[in-house]
Nanobody
Framework: QVQLVESGGGLVQAGGSLRLSCTAS????????MGWFRQAPGKEREFVAA????????KYADSVKDRFICSRDNAKNTVYLQMNSLKSEDTAVYYC???????????????????WGQGTQVTISS
């Protein structure tokens, strides 16, 4: 079992920045690739970003590319999502998730992930 706890959400004005954190406990954090997803009211959960267990490979949704940066610190069992140039459409509950599937082409699928956090609310005011 892997337990994931997100933090760092909040209310910020459009154009601002936030950094989300997701801290893991349980099994060895560095054994897992990590993903970030979000879900806005009335919408399906969507892929945001993912990072390999070493941090060498990252993937981003087109909607956040060049604005969001995903990183990890395996010594702290933590993955981060730095969100810049925030837009109102970024408003959602953000979730982190863990997977051991190595094929990065499936990291965009929520079904790839075995473990999920409880989510943290991000609200962007225009």
């Amino acid at each position: 079992q892997v337990q994931l706890v997100e933090s760092g959400g909040g209310l910020v004005q459009a154009g601002g920045s936030l950094r989300l954190s997701c801290t893991a406990s349980g099994r060895t954090f560095s054994d897992y690739h990590m993903g970030w997803f979000r879900q806005a009211p009335g919408k399906e959960r969507e892929f945001v970003a993912a990072i390999s267990w070493t941090g060498e490979i990252t993937k981003y949704a087109d909607s956040v590319k060049d604005r969001f940066i995903c990183s990890r610190d395996n010594a702290k069992n933590t993955v981060y999502l730095q969100m810049n140039s925030l837009k109102s459409e970024d408003t959602a509950v953000y979730y982190c998730a863990a997977t051991r599937y190595t094929s990065s082409y499936i990291w965009e699928r929520s079904g790839t992930y075995a473990y999920w956090g409880q989510g943290t609310q991000v609200t962007i005011s225009s």
